[in-house]
C-alpha cells in the first residue's frame, strides 16, 4: 500500500479537559463505581507524542520541566502516543502532603539536590488517548486495562489501585489512615469526592 493510500492516522489533541470530582458526604458501595484513595497533590496531564512529553495541569499550565524525573519515565516507555491523567504527589512519611509538594511548585528544572530532598511520584489513574484513538468512550474499568497494558510502572511512575467493592469500609479505612479521602469514579459518569473532613 501507498503513502497516499494508508489510512489517515488521526492527530491527538493538544488538550482534552479531564473529568473533576464533586465533593459529597454521602457513604456508599454500589457496583458502578469504584473506589480510589484521594491524594493530596497536582492534578496533571500527561501528553507524549512520538519524543515529546509535556505536563500539563488541569488548568492547562505547562509543567513540563518543573518534573523531569516524571518527563524523563514517560519519554523512556514504548508506548510513543498517549494522553494520561494522574496527581503528582511527594510524601511525608505515608502521607501525600501538598505543603510538601510546594516546594517543588514552579521550580523549573530543579537541581539534584532539590530532586533528592522532595522526590515526586506521579499516580496514574486514567487514560484518555492511547495510540491512535481517544478510549474515553470506554468504560472506566476498560480504560484502566488499557493504561495498565500501555505502560510499565516503575520509579516514578505508579497506578493508582482501586477497589470495586465496600466503599464505605474504604472510606472508614480512609479516615483511620489519615488520608485526604476517597475518590468514587463511576462509569458512564464523572467522579464523586469523598472527604474525609
Not at 37 to 45: I, S, W
Not at 110 to 126: K, M, N, Q
Request: glycine fraction near 8%; charged fraction near 25%.
Amino acid at each position: 500500500m501507498t503513502a497516499a493510500a494508508s489510512p489517515a492516522r488521526p492527530d491527538q489533541p493538544g488538550w482534552l479537559d479531564p473529568e473533576l470530582a464533586t465533593l459529597t458526604q454521602d457513604r456508599f458501595s454500589d457496583p458502578q463505581w469504584i473506589f480510589e484513595r484521594k491524594l493530596d497533590g497536582e492534578r496533571c496531564l500527561a501528553f507524549r507524542s512520538g519524543s515529546q512529553v509535556r505536563l500539563m495541569t488541569r488548568n492547562q499550565k505547562e509543567d513540563t520541566s518543573t518534573y523531569p524525573e516524571i518527563t524523563e519515565a514517560l519519554a523512556a516507555q514504548q508506548a510513543d502516543s498517549f494522553i494520561i491523567d494522574g496527581e503528582i504527589i511527594a510524601f511525608d512519611g505515608s502521607q501525600t502532603k501538598f505543603a510538601r509538594l510546594q516546594q517543588r511548585l514552579g521550580v523549573r528544572h530543579p537541581g539534584p539536590e532539590l530532586r533528592a530532598e522532595v522526590p515526586v511520584y506521579y499516580y496514574i489513574f486514567d487514560v484518555l488517548w492511547a495510540g491512535d484513538r481517544d478510549v474515553r468512550p470506554l468504560s472506566l474499568r476498560q480504560r484502566k486495562q488499557v493504561l495498565r497494558s500501555l505502560l510499565t510502572f516503575a520509579g516514578p511512575l505508579r497506578f493508582t489501585e482501586h477497589r470495586d467493592t465496600d466503599g464505605e469500609a474504604y472510606f472508614r479505612q480512609a479516615c483511620a489512615s489519615g488520608w485526604e479521602g476517597v475518590i468514587a469514579p463511576m462509569r458512564p459518569t464523572g467522579p464523586a469526592g469523598l472527604g474525609t473532613g
